[in-house]
């Protein structure tokens, strides 16, 4: 059983920083991607990025890139998403998610977090 907890949500002012962390657990992560995502009030889940885990290649939402990295600390069985930049539409709940497929739709990936949540204030 795969167990994923996310930290580091809060409230921030626009153009500020923030870094999230999935704590893993359960598994050997190394065939696996792992994912984050984000649902505001009223809207549907949205892909932010993805990772996989065992060669590191990375892929972005166009609405994030070159603002947000994410990362993985094998030692740790930890996943990151630093934040630079912050937009006030940046603002929502971000899960952290694990699949065997690397993909933006939110139904290829079989593990979530509970989320954490991101507030960007103007």
């Known amino acids: 059983q795969v167990q994923l907890v996310e930290s580091g949500g809060g409230l921030v002012q626009a153009g500020g920083s923030l870094r999230l962390s999935c704590a893993a657990s359960?598994?050997?992560?190394?065939?696996?991607?792992m994912g984050w995502f984000r649902q505001a009030p009223g809207k549907e889940r949205e892909f932010v990025s993805r990772?996989?885990?065992?060669?590191?290649?990375?892929y972005y939402a166009d609405s994030v890139k070159d603002r947000f990295t994410i990362s993985r600390d094998n030692a740790r069985s930890t996943l990151y998403l630093q934040m630079n930049s912050l937009k006030p539409e940046d603002t929502a709940v971000y899960y952290c998610?694990?699949?065997?497929?690397?993909?933006?739709?939110?139904?290829?990936?079989?593990?979530w977090g509970q989320g954490t949540q991101v507030t960007v204030s103007s």
């Open positions: 990772i996989t885990w065992s060669s590191g290649r990375t």
């Open positions: 998610a694990a699949g065997y497929v690397g993909s933006t739709s939110p139904n290829e990936y079989g593990y």
């Open positions: 359960g598994r050997t992560f190394s065939s696996y991607v």
